[in-house]
């Protein structure tokens, strides 16, 4: 899967990620960081999945009906878990994220939100 890591989320995890066959970019990687608005809207034209701890994407998607590929939401999850938390997301969940799905992981639970475009 193509994924976007945004930069909150720790940048050991692009090369799990990668190791695993995922397409990986990371936002801190880019010269600066332009806002969420932004960086979803490079994910959307890029069709990568948005792995994201910040819940304001989903506000972006939900609230404002701005366009996204899929974004997983990391909640509480340590840096050094979340590229393998990442791995089984999209794995189990992969159907439902090729289907732009928005998807907020916790230690203890998943929840999913269908795009109703889709």
Same mark, same amino acid.
Request: charged share 30%; with cysteine.
């Given at each position: 899967?193509? %994924? %976007? %890591?945004d930069?909150?989320?720790?940048?050991?995890?692009?090369?799990?990620?990668?190791?695993?066959?995922?397409?990986?970019?990371?936002?801190?990687?880019?010269?600066?960081?332009?806002?969420?608005e932004?960086? %979803?809207?490079?994910?959307?034209?890029?069709?990568?999945?948005?792995?994201?701890?910040?819940?304001?994407?989903?506000?972006?998607?939900?609230?404002?009906?701005?366009?996204h590929?899929?974004?997983?939401?990391?909640?509480?999850i340590?840096?050094?878990?979340?590229?393998?938390?990442?791995?089984?997301?999209?794995?189990?969940?992969?159907?439902?994220?090729?289907?732009?799905?928005?998807?907020t992981?916790?230690?203890?639970?998943?929840?999913?939100r269908?795009?109703?475009?889709?």
């Open positions: 899967m193509k %994924l %976007l %890591l930069s909150c989320v720790w940048r050991g995890n692009r090369q799990t990620l990668a190791d695993n066959g995922h397409d990986v970019s990371w936002v801190g990687d880019w010269e600066s960081d332009p806002g969420d932004e960086v %979803l809207r490079r994910a959307e034209a890029e069709k990568r999945i948005l792995v994201t701890l910040d819940k304001d994407f989903g506000e972006l998607a939900i609230v404002h009906s701005q366009p590929a899929g974004i997983i939401r990391l909640v509480g340590p840096a050094r878990l979340q590229a393998t938390t990442c791995q089984a997301v999209t794995e189990k969940y992969k159907t439902e994220l090729q289907q732009n799905a928005i998807i992981v916790t230690d203890t639970r998943v929840r999913i269908l795009d109703p475009e889709n």
